[in-house]
């Protein structure tokens, strides 16, 4: 069984930083593209990084990139997610999710076009002075 444990959320102010981690297990998980999604109050769900199973391929949405950085550790199964330069507009729980996830409204989805269900409890990250 697939589980995904956030953590490293916390209440930060703005320009302040934070590193997330996802602790996976029930898959391989060296073998596996991992994504980071957030969901910002009343908002839909958006992917805002994905990592490659290999090392060199990552992807960032346009609001994060140049502050977010995404990284694996394969020998520990964990992703994790630097969080610098941060903005009131990034508060959100955040997620990881097993996959390059895609995300549409309350939903996401993997490659092959499958409803993606594997969610953790997500970790809440709040930016505010």
């Known amino acids: 069984e697939v589980q995904l444990v956030e953590s490293g959320g916390g209440l930060v102010q703005p320009g302040g930083s934070l590193r997330l981690s996802c602790a996976a297990s029930?898959?391989?998980?060296?073998?596996?593209?991992m994504s980071w999604v957030r969901r910002a109050p009343g908002k839909g769900l958006e992917r805002v990084s994905y990592i490659s199973a290999g090392p060199g391929l990552t992807s960032y949405a346009d609001s994060v990139k140049g502050r977010f950085t995404i990284s694996r550790d394969n020998a520990k199964n964990t992703l994790y997610l630097q969080l610098n330069s941060l903005k009131t507009e990034d508060t959100a729980m955040y997620y990881c999710a097993k996959d390059a996830v895609h995300c549409s409204g309350d939903h996401c989805y993997t490659p092959r076009g499958y409803e993606y269900k594997y969610w953790g409890q997500g970790t809440q990250v709040t930016v505010t002075s």
């Open positions: 029930g898959f391989t998980f060296s073998s596996s593209y």
